[in-house]
T-cell receptor, first 113, second 116 residues
Framework: DAKTTQPTSMDCAEGRAANLPCNHS???????VYWYRQIHSQGPQYIIH???NNETNEMASLIITEDRKSSTLILPHATLRDTAVYYC??????????????FGGGTRLMVKP | GAVVSQHPSWVICKSGTSVKIECRSL??????MFWYRQFPKQSLMLMAT?????????EQGVEKDKFLINHASLTLSTLTVTSAHPEDSSFYIC????????????FGDGTRLSIL
């Protein structure tokens, strides 16, 4: 799996958009970008994933640069409950090789009132 | 959506006890499940890959005789920490992926193991 680089921590004001960056400059053409978050003392929660195109769901938006070397997870209106560690993971999407996830340090997002 | 259930949530037991943790995929079948361990203020570390009907694959440095994995059905994998000691105290988390396409992994809520 391609290595990812994320800032260690970020703050965001409640109600504002939270933009979490991730660098994955060694990503290969068939690797997807996945985002998970982990709220304290819980298992990781899947947020969103994408290959090339930008993606949006009820939780967040994922913006992937044209060269695919970086991406940004956007929480449009952050709430206090969005305080968590956010993990950006790059892996193959299909087959057994794509099952395993390798977690880096993630970004600790603190949403403040 | 896909749900992975883990039981128990908390375990506190004496040193030398063996502890079994269950991981179930509630609405899909999983031929492969994964077990992770997380120490305080650290990221998740993959311990082993559980394979239905065959032996588990362990990551380097993880003792297979210490952490017994059984994947007897397509919806259940168990991790048994044998003769647990205080250094085995950790947060254990399982995951599984629904079949088909590029479905994401789904995680259980984890088991907090405290060995006294």
């Amino acid at each position: 799996d391609a290595k990812t680089t994320q800032p260690t921590s970020m703050d965001c004001a409640e109600g504002r958009a939270a933009n979490l960056p991730c660098n994955h400059s060694t990503i290969s053409g068939n690797e997807y970008v996945y985002w998970y978050r982990q709220i304290h003392s819980q298992g990781p929660q899947y947020i969103i994933h994408g290959l090339k195109n930008n993606e949006t769901n009820e939780m967040a938006s994922l913006i992937i640069t044209e060269d695919r070397k970086s991406s940004t997870l956007i929480l449009p209106h952050a709430t206090l409950r969005d305080t968590a560690v956010y993990y950006c993971i790059v892996r193959l999407g299909r087959g057994n090789a794509g099952n395993m996830l390798t977690f880096g340090g993630g970004t600790r997002l603190m949403v403040k009132p | 959506g896909a749900v992975v259930s883990q039981h128990p949530s908390w375990v506190i037991c004496k040193s030398g006890t063996s502890v079994k943790i269950e991981c179930r995929s509630l609405d899909f079948q999983a031929t492969t499940m994964f077990w992770y361990r997380q120490f305080p203020k650290q990221s998740l570390m993959l311990m082993a890959t559980s394979n239905e009907g065959s032996k588990a694959t362990y990551e380097q440095g993880v003792e297979k005789d210490k952490f017994l994995i059984n994947h007897a059905s397509l919806t259940l994998s168990t991790l048994t920490v044998t003769s647990a000691h205080p250094e085995d105290s950790s947060f254990y988390i399982c995951s599984a992926r629904p079949p088909g396409g590029n479905q994401p992994q789904h995680f259980g809520d984890g088991t907090r193991l405290s060995i006294l």
